[in-house]
């Protein structure tokens, strides 16, 4: 029973934590796309990495957390297996590959 | 329940080794010609116990992973799955019963035919909905058991042995789709056991809503001849570290459905501060079985069960798994404590060049 209601205790205050700062995070998250859409000067190179952190947001760690770095050695390994695994189109593998290797 | 089921079975150690390093020697004489597609190693080495209305299970285990690319259009990967077991004796008795078991979980050859389509060829994981070949590995799941419904449709293995056509279907600025479609033949081999079937998977992925939904099919071509649906649901809020996750499916006598959310606070200094690597996780599943006929690897009575976990993410790949759950049944409740430590891995295979 004591083991239950520590589960519920941490449960219930784990939400209470986390609703504001959801809020916060699509605050801060509309913040910075905001500047960049408002700022002119923003560089292609910046807009290719913004697009290959899109990606690994959306269709990497959906499943799972990012690893820690890897050698650049095996980059181009890591993302041939999850075009594979993860279905990726073949512009997808592309910007991937160039959000590793800037 | 453990994720998968494995027999123990001792003799395969030399077998499932061969195979590996088959598999290693075909690294080392690709890994030459080119730099950044240097074989790899990866997985996760995990230490579990897990405790199931008062009988403990302890299982250290190492998943690990090789990937080599051979050439442009070729990729061989396989995974094993290296467990040990201590169980207690129970009865009264004291001290613990051990066994092992050491097997490869698959092992193909990708072959990138074009950009919507990859070939694959060997022992696969069969992609009926999405935790068999998706979530299962132990550096991803978030609770150490899979679901109820995680062996719908599958028989012992989980993977089908054959050939599988898979890739990204179409790719415009507000969708995509991507699909898998397989057949399998049957197979009685210790390594690469599997049934004869046939089955498709299908997802559609809205980036701007950052929603994926999908719909798999499998049917089982031997014996019983049945049919199995499923259906599944991710959503991941933009800007968040929120995701949930959830599945249905269907057999011919039972079906089931699984709910996932997991959450972690970027408030407190972001993912990386001790408060951020808090990642609590709440699942809640139900089956349903609608005759007495057990075909399908679902529970044989209608069964609930309610899971809250509370995970770490440490420094350097490093998770650290708790959770308590509570399983309703018409023929027994019972309480599963389940706590863990996992380390992922991914290292070169080979030296290579330097790029």
């Given at each position: 029973m004591n083991g239950k209601q520590l589960i519920l205790g941490t449960g219930l205050l784990a939400l209470v934590c986390g609703l504001p700062t959801a809020a916060q995070q699509n605050s801060a998250h509309d913040t910075k796309a905001a500047s960049h859409l408002t700022?002119?000067?923003?560089?292609s190179k910046d807009d290719k990495q913004d697009e290959g952190q899109r990606i690994f947001a959306q269709r990497c760690s959906n499943c799972h957390n990012a690893p820690e770095g890897f050698s650049p050695r095996i980059s181009g390994t890591v993302v041939r297996h999850m075009r594979v695994r993860a279905l990726l189109s073949q512009h997808e593998e592309e910007e991937l590959l160039r959000f590793f290797n800037p | 329940m453990l994720r998968r089921t494995f027999p123990p079975n001792l003799p395969l150690l030399a077998r499932a080794l061969s195979c590996l390093g088959v598999a290693v020697a075909l690294a080392a004489s690709s890994s030459i010609c080119v730099a950044q597609n240097t074989p790899l190693i990866s997985g996760g080495v995990g230490f579990f116990s897990q405790t199931t209305g008062g009988q403990t299970l302890l299982y250290p285990t190492i998943e690990p992973v090789l990937v080599d690319p051979i050439g442009n259009q070729l990729l061989i990967e396989s995974r094993a799955s290296l467990f040990e077991f201590f169980s207690e004796k129970g009865a009264g008795r004291s001290g613990y019963n051990m066994s092992h078991f050491i097997g490869l979980t698959y092992l193909q050859a990708d072959i990138v035919a074009s950009r919507h389509l990859t070939v694959v060829l060997g022992d696969y994981l069969i992609?009926?909905?999405?935790?068999?070949?998706?979530?299962?590995?132990i550096w991803i799941s978030n609770f150490q058991d899979g679901p109820l419904?995680?062996?719908?449709?599958?028989?012992?293995?989980?993977s089908g042995l054959g050939e599988m056509v898979s890739g990204n279907a179409m790719e415009r600025k507000n969708y995509s789709i991507d699909y898998n479609v397989y057949y399998s033949v049957r197979s009685s081999n210790e390594q690469f056991s599997a049934s004869h079937g046939i089955g498709g998977r299908s997802s559609l992925h809205l980036p701007r809503q950052r929603l994926e939904l999908g719909l798999s099919y499998n049917r089982l071509m031997?014996?019983?001849?049945e049919n199995f649906y499923g259906a599944h649901a991710w959503w991941e809020p933009e800007g968040t570290a929120f995701r949930f996750r959830s599945e249905y499916g269907r057999g011919h006598h039972a079906d089931g459905y699984w709910v996932e959310a997991d959450y972690r606070t970027q408030?407190?200094?972001?993912?990386?501060?001790a408060v951020g690597r808090i990642e609590p996780v709440l699942r809640f599943q139900q089956t349903f079985r609608?005759?007495?006929?057990?075909?399908?690897?679902?529970?044989?009575v209608n069964t609930q069960q309610m899971d809250f976990g509370l995970d770490y993410n440490l420094p350097h790949n490093t998770r650290i798994l708790t959770s308590y759950a509570r399983q309703f049944s018409a023929t027994k409740d019972v309480n599963v404590w389940e706590t863990g430590i996992v380390y992922r891995f991914l290292f070169p295979a080979w030296k290579g060049k330097q790029p």
């Open positions: 700022d002119g000067k923003q560089s | 992609p009926f909905n999405t935790y068999n070949d998706r979530l299962s590995p419904i995680a062996n719908l449709s599958f028989t012992s293995s989980g031997q014996d019983t001849h408030a407190f200094g972001g993912l990386n501060s609608r005759d007495n006929v057990v075909s399908d690897g679902l529970p044989a």
